[in-house]
């Protein structure tokens, strides 16, 4: 499956965004899909992940309560909204899927090219 993230930008403090995860390819419906980020002289990091039929979700403590994340298996797209931004929460931010849940980096069989959030303070 090909996977391609856009959505990104540049928002103040306390703003939001939406970002898209576009996936062609092989049945949107049979993957899991999972956000991370990776800000400058990071690692990767978890941001969530959410079910084949979008029912369950799960979030890094650092996101919670603020970002959400959704899916249209109609039009194999997966979003994350992101609400009370932080300048913390500035990175390159990525899709990924897979068969199963991870919430490391390591193991998702397919990533997007990421999109870059900027959040300015």
């Known amino acids: 499956v090909q996977l391609q993230a856009y959505g990104g930008g540049l928002v103040q403090a306390g703003g939001s965004l939406r970002l898209s995860c576009a996936a062609s390819?092989?049945?949107?419906?049979?993957?899991?899909m999972g956000w991370f980020r990776q800000a400058p002289g990071k690692e990767r990091e978890f941001v969530g992940t959410i079910s084949w039929s979008g029912s369950s979700t799960f979030y890094a403590d650092s996101v919670k309560g603020r970002f959400t994340i959704s899916r249209d298996n109609a039009k194999n797209t997966v979003y994350l909204q992101m609400n009370s931004l932080k300048p913390e929460d500035t990175a390159v931010y990525y899709c990924a899927a897979d068969s199963n849940y991870h919430t490391s980096p390591q193991g998702w069989d397919y990533w997007g090219q990421g999109t870059q959030v900027t959040v300015s303070s």
């Open positions: 390819g092989r049945a949107f419906s049979n993957y899991v």
